[in-house]
């Protein structure tokens, strides 16, 4: 599909769903994808995309950021405090904001640098033991923990267990933010992106629809 296609597939949804058109953002995923592919879709003028791996994107943004003005690049996967610089560094927006360690580093690191990305926090709507995220009955606490140390909490982000119905994900996280103050929704991928719109998405992570198959899974 191309990406006015799933653009398009956007603004039905929020129709559809009583929201105003143009009210979620589509995050293009790009980890894995040929630089080819990327270039054609920021020649197509889109600017917002995800990635999972801080090193894998400091391979490739910076020398698209030469000749392409205005990117927002998300990053979408779990990341180590050891690199949260680096990611603070190239990313306009994390994710994947997911214990109190890592909030800590990003609140130092945002007083030494003078700037900060806009942040969700990683909500573990599944409870999966693999998976990274808080646990939802530990949300409001970790939610109310990063404000004392002075960080904007954008929103929460879930990424619901592959072989559960999402929308009761996508609805529960929903209710842990709305409880919490927080506006920013970050949910839905190439699968289920309509019905994430449907229950109130701001930010749907979209990327195989996009550009295709990914060559491997990371
Ligand atoms: C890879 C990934 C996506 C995009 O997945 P698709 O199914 O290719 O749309 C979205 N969110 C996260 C966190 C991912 O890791």
Redesign the pocket.
Known sequence: MSLQDIQSRIHTAEEKAGRAVGSTQLIA?S?VQPNERVESVLNEGHRCF?E?RVQEAAGKWPDFATRFDGLDLHL??PLQTNKARQAMELFQNI?TVDRPKLAKTIARLAQELGHCPKLFIQVNTGEEPQKAGIAPRDADAFVKECRDMDLVIEGLMC?PPAEEEPSLHFSLLRKIAERNGLTGLSMG???DFESAVALGATHV?????IFGA?AYEI
Request: proline share 0%.
């Open positions: 995923v980890k995800g999972n979408i996967g994710h990424i991928m190439s699968g992570r979209v990327g195989s629809a990914r």
